[in-house]
């Protein structure tokens, strides 16, 4: 079974979506389930200069 963790990066405002953005980076072993608008994580990833890859369904 693989091992998954549930993540919210917190106050929209705050520094929780650059968190998650920047813990994206390093390798992990299981999926991460980040709860979250995915438009926030991905303007935080382009503003840092930092690849994300954002699939919408957990089932992916």
Known sequence: MTA???ITPGEPAGI?????VKLAQYPR???????G???LLSRHAARLGLPLEIHLDAQE
Do not use: H, Q, T
């Open 16 to 20: 929780g979506p650059e968190l998650v």
């Open 29 to 35: 072993d299981g999926a991460w389930i980040v709860i």
């Open 4 to 6: 998954r963790l549930a």
């Open 37 to 39: 608008d995915p438009d």
